[in-house]
């Protein structure tokens, strides 16, 4: 394979900036570009696990680009599980940059996005798996997401789906034996006991499927849109969420004409906040168009936070609002702001739409809690085990719900009776797809998919 190369840190001033160097030359490469001082020895010469300071040089000219650190890894102790040279240099875009082409400029080819991960993933190092989590740890917003792919990292999923996979394993090499010499003399196959470890298989499938909804929340966030009338206070709750000021906060109804984005963390997960226009008829044109935003944003979501000035009485406008977010089915949280002003809207009405009402005064401060609370109702989140593997993706869901499927038609065949070789078939394509999960028998296409979404880097 190749030598590459590529800025490990991101590009942006800083502390220091890491150029890695990964590949059968890349001690080579490093020799030529980097130039210990004097009593640190030859870079050739280096053991894995040891640092140099020197100089980095353009072999070319002869000319020093920057000084710093040279840290060696030998193959296969490494993360890519190649010889590894990592350059600890000055953090600055440009010095980054210089070293990066000096390096290009001497035997090595730019790194694809992930392609350090990809060759650990090719030589061994971690499991498809693991090497997803990689990139969900990068982006890990909250101590959970952190935590679940920190697990996954460490090889909880891969575990787990191993667990199933050498179960499976085991059944298609007793079954296989009995359809294949049915005139030897066999034991007899113990249909208790193969039920008992489909089953056991479902059952822990079905376990990491119910937890991915949870999971995805505690990674990507909650997609939530605040909507109601101009004035209610949406833009307020929405600032006092993202604890800052955002959203422009105004009296004049119908200030808030863009879709404005945010995320606010509450606690553990995050919310992805869109404070809508009202929604309401207008002859305003921008207006209009705003609501027509509102309405296809309430469509998308995951969440609706209506919010309702409960200091005056309900009106039309209000009722559309809850009778259009029920219209889609979309999960609801009621925030009757204003409490600070008292109460003139009979809040009977919102218990047709929904349990989660509260009452909360955005201006004051007071709300936050409140939404917290709802969230964890609402998405269950309050029971949720930190612990619990769960799935990075949808890639590792589809393989983990074809398994699933083709289990049950496997269960079900032995249920009815049929032979075993149909039993065998669908244990066969379950085991197919549970290696497909973790890599081991993942196509050149699904592997290359699933680094294309890393950073170059990495
Ligand atoms: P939006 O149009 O729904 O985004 O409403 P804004 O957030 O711009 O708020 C409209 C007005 O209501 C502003 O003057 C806010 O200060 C005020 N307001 C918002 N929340 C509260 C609240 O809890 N109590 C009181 N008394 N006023 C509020």
């Known amino acids: 394979m190749s030598t590459v190369c590529a800025v490990s840190t991101p590009l942006a001033e800083g502390g220091i900036s890491v150029i890695r160097i990964s590949g059968e030359k890349a001690l080579e490469v490093a020799q030529k570009v980097f130039v210990p001082f004097s009593g640190f020895g030859r870079v050739a010469d280096m053991k894995g696990y040891t640092c140099a300071y020197g100089r980095v040089v353009d072999p070319a000219s002869g000319e020093t680009a920057d000084d710093g650190l040279l840290t060696v890894f030998r193959a296969p102790k490494s993360y890519t599980g190649e010889d590894t040279a990592e350059i600890s240099c000055h953090g600055g875009v440009f010095i980054a940059k210089k070293a990066l082409r000096i390096c290009l400029e001497n035997g090595c080819e730019p790194a694809d996005r992930g392609e350090f991960t990809k060759r650990a993933f090719l030589n061994g190092k971690l499991s498809l798996t693991q090497a997803e989590s990689v990139m969900d740890m990068i982006s890990a917003q909250g101590e959970y997401a952190l935590r679940s792919a920190r697990l996954t990292r460490e090889g909880k999923l891969f575990r787990d789906i191993s667990g199933v996979r050498d179960r499976l394993v085991k059944i298609l090499g007793e079954l296989a034996a009995w359809v294949d010499y049915p005139e030897e003399d066999l034991p007899e196959i113990e249909e208790n006991a193969l039920r008992a470890g489909l089953e056991n298989s479902i059952g822990v499938l079905e376990k990491i499927l119910r937890d991915y909804d949870c999971g995805m929340i505690l990674r990507s966030g909650i997609d939530t849109v605040i909507a109601g009338k101009p004035n209610v206070g949406k833009s307020t709750l929405m600032n006092l969420l993202l604890g800052y000021d955002r959203s422009i906060v105004t009296d004049i109804a119908g200030t808030t004409r863009d879709v404005i984005e945010e995320t606010a963390r509450l606690g553990e997960f995050v919310l992805k906040l869109s404070d809508t226009a009202g929604i309401r008829e207008t002859d305003d044109t921008v207006e209009k168009m705003g609501v027509g935003l509102a309405r296809k944003r309430i469509d998308e979501c995951a969440l609706v936070i209506a919010v309702f000035d409960t200091s005056t ?75 619990s593997t769960v799935f990075a993706n949808e890639r590792q869901k589809n393989c983990a719900e074809q398994a699933l499927k083709k289990l049950n038609a496997a269960l079900d065949a032995l249920n009815y009776g049929e032979t075993l070789d149909a039993v065998t078939v669908m244990i066969d394509y379950a085991l197919q797809s549970l290696m497909e999960l973790t890599g081991e028998r993942a196509s050149q296409a699904v592997v290359d998919e699933v680094f294309s979404s890393f950073c170059v880097g990495k």
């Open 313 to 387: 009485p309900l009106d039309g406008e209000d009722i559309e609002l809850l009778e259009y977010v029920k219209s889609r089915g979309k999960r609801l949280v009621a925030a009757l702001n204003k409490s600070d002003l008292g109460t003139a809207a009979d809040k009977s009405v919102f218990e047709k739409y929904t349990e989660h009402i509260f009452e909360i005064s955005a201006k004051q401060g007071e709300g936050t809690e409140e939404i917290k609370k709802a969230c964890q109702e609402i998405f269950s989140l309050g029971g949720y085990d930190p612990d």
